[in-house]
C-alpha cells in the first residue's frame, strides 16, 4: 500500500506541476516506455544477468573455499582474513577501471567486478557459521568415533548454512549494483550501459524503466535464494517460524 499511495503522489504531483517527461517523468510515461522498449530493455538485461550470474558463481566458489580454510586454519585467519576485510575499505569504482587495462573491454571486468563485491558478504557470514558451532557437539562426536570430514559434514556444514545463505541473500541483492558499475565504466552493452547512453540524450523514461528493470532483477534474485534456503533448510524455516509463533 506504501509503494502504491507513492506512485499515485508521484503520478499527481508530475501531472499537477506539469513537469517535463524529461526531467522527471510520471510513473506512466515510465510504464509506456517499458511497453515501447521491452525489445531493447530484454536484450540488455540479459547481459546484465549474465555478468551477474558468472559473477555470483565465481564469488560463491571463492567464499566458500577461503571461509572453510581460514575455520579449519590459523595461519590463514590470522594472515589472510584480515585482508579480506580490509579490501572493503577500497572503493569497487577506482578498481573498476584499472581492470579494463588489466583485462581489457567485454565481459571479463564486469564479472569480476561482481564476483569482488559478492565475495565478502559470503566469506564473512560463512565463516562466523563455521565458528558458530557448538565445542561440546564437536568433542561429543569424536569421542563416538567420528572423523574431522564427518564433523565438518555432519556438524559444522550444517550450522553454518544459515549463516552462509544470510550471506548469499545479501552478496545476490547488491550483485545487481556492482554489475552497473562494471557497465558503467566500459561497456557496450546492459542496463548500466543503457542508463550512461540514455543520460544524455535526456531519454529520462528509459533511465527509469531501467532502473525498474534492475531493482525486478534484485528482488528476483532475493526471493529465488530464499526459496533454495527453504528447501535445502526446512528444519531451519520451521525452527524460526515456532520461535516467531512463540512471541506472538
Not at 515510465?30 to 564469488?59: D, M, N, P, Y
Not at 581460514?70 to 579480506?84: K, M, T
Request: include cysteine; charged fraction near 10%; hydrophobic fraction near 55%.
Amino acid at each position: 500500500m506504501i509503494l502504491v499511495g507513492i506512485v499515485v503522489a508521484w503520478e499527481l504531483w508530475v501531472q499537477v506541476w506539469n513537469i517535463p517527461k524529461w526531467q522527471l517523468p510520471s510513473p506512466s510515461e515510465i510504464a509506456k516506455e517499458l511497453a515501447a522498449s521491452r525489445s531493447l530493455l530484454l536484450g540488455h538485461t540479459l547481459v546484465t544477468l549474465e555478468e551477474i550470474v558468472l559473477g555470483f558463481i565465481a564469488a560463491l566458489a571463492a567464499g566458500l573455499l577461503l571461509a572453510t580454510g581460514i575455520a579449519y586454519s590459523r595461519i590463514l585467519e590470522r594472515s589472510v582474513y584480515p585482508i579480506v576485510i580490509a579490501s572493503q575499505t577500497v572503493p569497487i569504482i577506482a578498481i573498476a577501471p584499472l581492470l579494463l587495462i588489466w583485462v581489457g573491454y567485454g565481459i571479463a571486468p564486469k564479472v569480476i567486478v561482481v564476483a569482488l563485491i559478492c565475495f565478502y558478504p559470503i566469506a564473512v557470514n560463512t565463516v562466523d557459521g563455521l565458528k558458530a558451532v557448538d565445542p561440546d557437539m564437536v568433542n561429543m562426536i569424536k569421542t563416538l568415533g567420528a572423523s574431522r570430514w564427518q564433523v565438518f559434514t555432519k556438524l559444522q556444514m550444517p550450522t553454518a548454512m544459515p549463516y552462509m545463505f544470510s550471506g548469499i541473500k545479501v552478496g545476490i541483492s547488491v550483485s545487481v549494483i556492482a554489475a552497473v558499475i562494471g557497465e558503467w565504466v566500459g561497456a557496450s552493452a546492459g542496463l548500466g550501459y543503457l542508463i550512461t547512453y540514455s543520460q544524455p540524450l535526456f531519454l529520462t523514461a528509459r533511465v527509469f524503466a531501467a532502473i525498474v528493470v534492475l531493482s525486478a532483477m534484485g528482488i528476483s534474485l532475493f526471493v529465488l535464494a530464499s526459496v533454495v534456503e527453504r528447501m535445502m533448510l526446512p528444519w531451519h524455516y520451521t525452527e524460526n517460524r515456532a520461535k516467531s509463533i512463540e512471541r506472538i
